[in-house]
């Protein structure tokens, strides 16, 4: 049933009918009022059997979440900007040790200067973790990804990160369908673990691995990541099935059958650039966009498919790794290291600057009109007068 | 819940492992049927204080809980020479995540079993000192604050002694570590309060506090045992000698954690709701001298010229906790002076 509703009230709505048993969380805009909806389902018996834990810190949120995963509890938490680096030693312990931990991420910049806006450098940050991650373009996508999360998680004892843009996504109040529980149910038995901490069976969980294991450790631990590339196509279709939306995948493609230009991006910004690419094909541009919806494990097939004809690629970052390129940017060359076609790295938006239709519309502009060197990192609406006042020499500037 | 037949290491005594006693006051570890929480075959020093601890304290735990036991583990000493790939000396359900969080995972696996309406079985966290007042102290705070029904042990050998001994918030003042050399005018660590874990603890008032050592085993097992009959937040601090760390003499494990309390160094008490209950009297106390002497941590305290001044400062320390714990044996006569 759709619903006037915000994002954020959405996704808490979604997550207790994931009927998860244990929740741990930390405040942190913009991702507080999911865990406070949560905190108000949890405090009324409307989600039960479930225990919230009011933690210390974001270290302690996922670390309870370690805790009652490997108990065998079906376990949540959500976090953005500097309390997923708050996170950052737990993260890899959650994926090295296979516990299917779900955790929504709303996205957010990562200061200094704190910021409080969305960007992806948070999840950006940690995308050597070991985690699945998720991007969604919409509110109803961000919904229906964290029951598939779910369901992946479980069924590849892998834990998955459903990434949300910060305030663009969570604090938009607009239409949305949450599964209803019949459905979630049929789609999300209840949680088998494969390893869990029982008297009765005892076993040892998080020992050491010297040399002689750990690169054979690891090897089967990325094997197992990339099944999800397998298995997320499927998920995708058995929720399209129960509910008939589609939702999640790997990658999403627009307009791209003749495209000989794509725009490759995630999350919410797709809105505008889709915009762009209707316009432009009005006026007769052969233009595209790729979404990625699945970050990690990076779907390089799909990737590579999706852009097999076209004749140059922009990418549009909402983050950037400093001294190098960008995160996105870089992974779409490497698939595209067989192909001529440049890639034109952009940032844009961080720290919650819009990334209007206009200035999309004039980027590629620029681009088509061969003003822009794929060789350079881009970053959109640099405001020269402001960066003019700078008074120390900025590389930036000069190039 | 695995059990193995007790060995009996005092051989050519009747009254072996405490066999004459009634079965009702044997040690848990004189128990023939006794839980073995971790198996020998382990690689802890000869000697070590900790893995005596551990032992004492889980299989107190497990029979306490009627084997219904979950343990999770900071990293540490404990972690590392009780699970080097590929092996694992724990018989018990055991889980290591990170050094800093253990009471937090703790906290998670007690909700978790409280949602999965298995409350009857029970969670221990365990932790070296730094696991536990340093770098730990946020998480281990924060489940005390929730009175999370975790029993927290901390195992105090008063260093980071599988990094190599450095120094921890919980060294002594003086003591040399890799971090506090003897060199300058304040050889070893600084003097200062040290963090003070168990009145840490008490302040949150929680149900049950505790210090015990590996010196008096019985006590130790009796506190675990009254831990285990409470719910919510507990700890129990158990100084633990290290042979390593301290350079002392392997045999002297027991003897120098019973001087730590015999100096009034370590007090041993007992609090709930952070209110102390019991404390156990110095039967005889010594002077911290016959503590420190035994051990090549304080050695740049004492030969010549010494630093009695600084011996005297340590002495003062005793002193101070003999008061405020009350732990004075009556009509005692005190030999140092
Ligand atoms: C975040 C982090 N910092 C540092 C370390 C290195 N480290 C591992 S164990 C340890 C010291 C452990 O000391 P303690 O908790 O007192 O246990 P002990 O080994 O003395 O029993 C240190 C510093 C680590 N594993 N993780
Ligand atoms: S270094 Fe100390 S605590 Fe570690 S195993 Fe050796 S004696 Fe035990
Ligand atoms: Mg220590």
Redesign the pocket.
């Known amino acids: 049933m759709l619903r006037q509703v915000e994002g954020s009230r959405a996704v808490a709505d979604v997550v207790a009918r994931c009927r998860p048993q244990v929740v741990a969380a930390y405040p942190i805009s913009p991702q507080t009022h999911i865990v406070e909806a949560l905190s108000d389902l949890v405090r009324t018996g409307e989600l039960a059997p479930c225990e919230y834990l009011m933690v210390e810190s974001e270290f302690g949120a996922l670390s309870a979440c370690i805790g009652a995963s490997a108990a065998g509890s079906r376990t949540y938490t959500a976090t953005a900007s500097q309390g997923l680096l708050f996170m950052a030693?737990a993260l890899p312990n959650a994926s090295g040790l296979g516990l299917p931990v779900v955790m929504t991420v709303a996205n957010r910049a990562i200061g200094a200067p704190i910021n409080i806006w969305n960007d992806h450098s948070d999840a950006m940050s940690q995308r050597d973790a070991g985690w699945i991650q998720m991007f969604a373009e919409s509110n109803q996508e961000a919904v229906d990804l964290h029951v598939q999360a779910f369901v992946l998680a479980e069924r590849l004892s892998l834990p998955v990160m459903v990434c949300m843009d910060g305030f663009v996504l969570t604090h938009a109040v607009e239409e949305i369908d949450v599964p209803e529980q019949d459905v979630v149910d049929a789609l999300l038995p209840p949680f088998v673990p494969r390893q869990v901490l029982d008297p009765a069976a005892p076993v040892t969980i998080g020992a050491m691995v010297g040399p002689e294991a750990f690169t054979e450790v690891k090897y089967l631990a990325a094997e197992q990541q990339l099944r999800a590339l397998d298995e997320i196509p499927v998920v995708a279709q058995e929720f399209e099935r129960a509910t008939g939306r589609r939702s999640g995948g790997l990658v999403g493609t627009y307009r791209m059958d003749d495209a000989v230009t794509a725009v490759v991006a995630m999350g919410s910004v797709l809105g505008s650039v889709k915009d762009v690419v209707d316009q432009l094909r009005d006026e007769g541009v052969r233009i595209g966009a790729v979404t990625v919806t699945c970050f990690r494990p990076w779907p390089l097939d799909e990737v590579r498919s999706a852009l097999a004809h076209v004749e140059r690629v922009i990418v549009l970052n909402r983050a950037f790794s400093v001294g190098s390129g960008t995160m996105l940017g870089q992974d779409v060359r490497l698939t595209l290291s067989a192909s001529e076609a440049p890639v034109y790295d952009v940032v844009a938006g961080l720290g919650g600057r819009a990334v209007t239709r206009a200035s999309v519309q004039a980027l590629l502009a620029a681009v088509l009109g061969g003003k822009v060197d794929p060789d350079r990192l881009h970053f959109l609406d640099l405001d020269e007068a402001l960066l003019g006042r700078d008074s120390t020499p900025s590389l930036l500037k000069e190039s | 819940m695995t059990t193995t037949d007790l060995k009996l290491y005092q051989i050519g005594t009747f009254a072996a492992g405490n066999r004459l006693l009634d079965p009702d006051e044997r040690s848990v570890q004189a128990d023939p049927g006794r839980a073995n929480a971790i198996t020998s075959g382990h690689r802890a020093c000869q000697g070590c204080g900790?893995a005596l601890g551990a032992r004492f304290v889980l299989d107190a735990a497990i029979r306490a809980a009627e084997g219904n036991i979950v343990t999770a583990n900071?990293?540490?000493?404990?972690e590392?020479f009780s699970t080097p790939y590929p092996e694992s000396a724990w018989q018990l359900a055991w889980v290591h995540s990170?050094?800093?969080n253990v009471a937090a995972v703790a906290s998670g696996i007690a909700a978790a079993l409280k949602a999965q309406g298995r409350e009857h079985i029970r969670v221990v966290a365990q932790?070296?000192?730094?696991?536990?007042v340093d770098?730990g102290l946020g998480c281990l705070s924060g489940m005390f604050e929730r009175n999370d029904d975790v029993l927290f042990v901390c195992?105090d050998?008063q260093?980071?002694?599988?990094?190599g001994v450095?120094r921890?918030g919980?060294t002594p003042p003086a003591a040399r570590t890799a971090t506090t050399k003897p060199v300058g005018v304040e050889p070893g660590n600084v003097f200062g309060q040290g963090k003070d874990l168990p009145r840490i603890a008490m302040a949150h008032e929680i149900p049950y506090v505790a210090t015990a050592t590996v010196a008096d085993l019985r006590d130790l097992e009796r506190k675990v045992e009254k831990a285990m009959s409470v719910h919510g937040a507990r700890y129990l601090h158990v100084l633990v000698p290290?042979p390593l760390?301290w350079a002392s003499a392997s045999k002297d494990t027991i003897r120098l954690a019973r001087l730590a309390t015999q100096s009034g160094l370590f007090p041993v008490f007992e609090a709930e709701h952070g209110v102390v209950t019991a404390t156990t009297p110095i039967r005889q106390r010594v002077p911290v001298e016959d503590y420190l002497t035994l051990q090549g941590r304080f050695a740049h305290l004492f030969g010549e010229p010494g630093r009695p001044d600084v011996v005297a400062r340590i002495q003062a320390g005793a002193d101070r906790n003999i008061v405020r714990y009350g732990l004075a044996a009556e009509n005692e006569v005190v030999p140092h002076g």
């Open positions: 030693e | 900790e900071a990293t540490g000493c404990l590392v990170l050094f800093g932790a070296g000192d730094g696991g536990t770098i195992y050998n260093g980071y002694m599988n990094t450095q921890s919980a290290c760390g």
